[in-house]
């Protein structure tokens, strides 16, 4: 067996506000957009990756995953970590439309890092190799 990412979650307080911000801010473009009775699935892929692994923009409903969501952001951790080609250029670009950064772009070892805030209860990582 050989198993492989196909979805993986980030719970949202807003699932329309984060589909908003995932979509126009970072990126992503919708896949999947089905009702299930108040909420829905509602994935992201990204750009030019159709069939790529999907991020469901969960509802946090659960008193756990709020619960969950606030002693990360409270410790400063990251709810999950996307790849960028340069995490400078993209905190320059986020930054002058109005995103929100908790970590500047930071030399991590091999990787530069930086941390925003996805105004859905999260703390989200970028990440790439250093410029040559």
Same mark, same amino acid.
């Given at each position: 067996?050989?198993?492989r990412i196909h979805v993986t979650s %980030?719970? !949202?307080?807003?699932?329309a506000k984060a589909l908003e911000f995932y979509t126009g801010k970072l990126g992503f473009v919708p896949?999947?957009? %089905?009702? !299930?009775g108040d909420y829905r699935w509602l994935t992201v892929v990204g750009a030019g990756e159709p069939d790529g692994v999907q991020l469901l923009l969960e509802p946090d409903q659960h008193p756990a995953a709020r619960a969950y969501k606030q002693a990360l952001v409270a410790d400063g951790i990251p709810a999950a970590s996307f790849a960028v080609?340069? !995490?400078e250029a993209a905190h320059q670009e986020l930054?002058?439309?109005?995103v929100a950064f908790t970590q500047?772009?930071?030399p991590m070892g091999p990787v530069v890092?930086? !941390?925003l805030d996805d105004t859905c209860g999260n703390l989200i990582q970028l990440v790439s190799r250093p410029a040559a």
């Open positions: 067996m050989q198993a %980030v719970f !949202v307080d807003d699932q896949k999947e957009d %089905v009702p !299930v080609d340069d !995490v930054e002058a439309a109005g500047p772009p930071t890092t930086a !941390v």
